[in-house]
C-alpha cells in the first residue's frame, strides 16, 4: 500500500497542474502519488498506456485528479500533444517532471551509459521545448 503525504502550507498543489513522463511504474508513479496527494492534477505520460491507467485510476479512487496518456518522450509530436491535451483540459502547466528514460533499451546497444544519458538529456529537452 502506497505512502499518502498530508499536505502542508510548504506542499500545497492545490490548483496547480503537473506532467510526468514515465509514470506509469517506479519513481514517476510514486512522483504522481505525491502531487496528487498534495493537491495537483497529475497528467500521467508513459510509454504503456495501461501503466499510466493503472496510476491515474489509483489516484481518482483517492480523490484525485489524474489523467492518463500514451508519450513517447523521443517523438515530438507525442510531446506536443501531451501539453496541448494538458492546456486544454487544465488551462494551464505549471510543473514538469522529465522521469521517462530507456533502461529497458539500454539493453539492446553497446554504449548503455551514452544510450541512457542520451535518451534521457534528448527527453528532458523535447518535453520542456514543448511545454
Not at 498543489?13 to 514517476?28: C, F, R, S
Not at 491535451?85 to 488551462?91: F, K, L, N, P, W
Request: charge should be negative.
Amino acid at each position: 500500500m502506497a505512502v499518502r503525504i498530508v499536505p502542508t502550507a510548504l506542499f500545497d498543489l492545490n490548483g496547480k497542474v503537473a506532467i510526468v513522463t514515465g509514470g506509469g511504474n517506479g519513481i514517476g508513479a510514486a512522483c504522481c502519488r505525491m502531487l496528487a496527494d498534495s493537491g495537483a492534477t497529475v497528467v500521467i505520460a508513459d510509454l504503456r498506456a495501461a501503466d499510466a491507467q493503472n496510476v491515474a485510476d489509483e489516484i481518482t479512487a483517492r480523490g484525485g485528479e489524474a489523467l492518463a496518456m500514451e508519450c513517447n518522450v523521443l517523438h515530438d509530436e507525442d510531446l506536443v500533444a501531451l501539453v496541448q491535451r494538458t492546456v486544454v483540459e487544465y488551462g494551464g502547466l505549471h510543473i514538469l517532471v522529465n522521469n521517462a528514460g530507456a533502461a529497458a533499451q539500454a539493453k539492446k546497444v553497446r554504449s548503455t551509459s551514452l544510450w541512457t544519458h542520451g535518451v534521457s538529456f534528448l527527453s528532458i529537452k523535447y518535453c520542456a521545448t514543448a511545454s
